[in-house]
């Protein structure tokens, strides 16, 4: 085998390479960019059995992309650090503009026209007209929120818009609703905007969710 002085060098460089070529691991990052979370809450999430989603945990926390502490039993792990999640934007933003299949997957997946890019919705924080409406989970929200949004989650969503329920709710009809959810392959604002369109509301998705936020450096709020 044919070997070259900057061998070790590549070999280095490689080992991201490896680690990042399995979708599993691709989806753990994921969903830790959202926020930190237990062993046995990513299986669940992400859908993996317990065993599995240790190993593959192990092999990111190898490559320094993720970091764990303990707390009693419980092993909880998050991102290294904010340059993993560009690093991670940037890539899926790579991919998707280099290959059409990615594209279509995504189209299929989310099923839905344009939404609002972070910076645009940005600018228009401030605006009356515009209504920001988180529906994942009240834990999510808690966690970390975009600025004066309103909390309602998906599961409540739908027995919340009736006329008096939905003024109730901060969700005026003359508005436009900007929904969001967790990572930039979340279907849950997708199928919210499609039940506010349902029922005569002007809505659109955030584009990548809150960590698309959170990557393009714009803050998030804690309760």
């Known amino acids: 085998m044919t070997s070259f002085p900057e061998e070790p060098i590549y070999e280095q460089l490689a080992r991201i390479g490896k680690v990042l070529a399995n979708p599993v691991r691709l989806r753990l990052l994921d969903v830790l960019d959202q926020r930190e979370r237990t062993v046995e809450e990513l299986a669940e999430e992400a859908g993996i059995p317990l065993k599995n989603t240790s190993a593959q945990l192990q092999r990111l926390r190898d490559a320094h992309l993720v970091t764990s502490r303990k707390e009693g039993t419980r ?6 650090d904010e340059e993993v999640s560009r690093f991670l934007g940037r890539m899926q933003d790579f991919a ?4 059409a299949d990615l594209r279509d997957a995504v189209t299929r997946h989310l099923g839905l026209a344009e939404g609002v890019t972070a910076d645009e919705l940005a600018a228009r924080l401030d605006d009356p007209g515009t209504v920001v409406l988180d529906v994942r989970s009240a834990a999510a929200y808690a ?3 975009l600025p004066g949004a309103l909390s309602l989650p998906l599961s409540q969503l739908e027995g919340r818009l009736s006329d008096l329920d939905a003024r109730l709710a901060g969700l005026p009809r003359d508005a436009e ?12 604002s997708p199928q919210a905007v499609r ?29």
């Open 75 to 80: 092993v909880h792990y998050r991102l290294a």
């Open 96 to 99: 998707q503009g280099r290959l």
């Open 143 to 145: 966690d970390a929120h």
């Open 177 to 188: 609703i900007v929904a969001y959810c967790g990572g930039p392959y979340c279907v849950v």
């Open 195 to 223: 039940l506010l369109r349902e029922r005569g509301y002007t809505a659109r998705p955030l584009d990548g969710g809150i960590t698309g936020w959170r990557r393009s450096g714009h803050a998030v709020q804690t309760s």
